[in-house]
């Protein structure tokens, strides 16, 4: 069997821990820019829920989903 150099060996560890350093730092740059835009269309929906909420509340819709009750208009016979 033939010896590894150890300056070679080293170089190598060297490579590998740049590429892996590399890498995790492009992860937590990707998980950053996933959790901004969750927290961004968690605001968008949390203000579409209000405008909705307030478009009902205009109409005069109950939150459950109902409309008001119309009086019955009596039919004459």
Known sequence: MAETD???VQEFTN???TLLQQMQDQFQS???QIIGRI???STRIDDLEKNI???MTQAGVE???STPEKPK???GT
Request: proline content about 5%; hydrophobic content about 30%; cysteine-free.
């Open 30 to 32: 990707m998980s950053d």
């Open 73 to 75: 208009e009596s039919q």
């Open 63 to 65: 939150e459950n989903g």
């Open 39 to 41: 927290d961004e269309m």
């Open 15 to 17: 490579v590998v821990q």
């Open 6 to 8: 150890p300056k070679s």
């Open 53 to 55: 909420a307030d478009l």
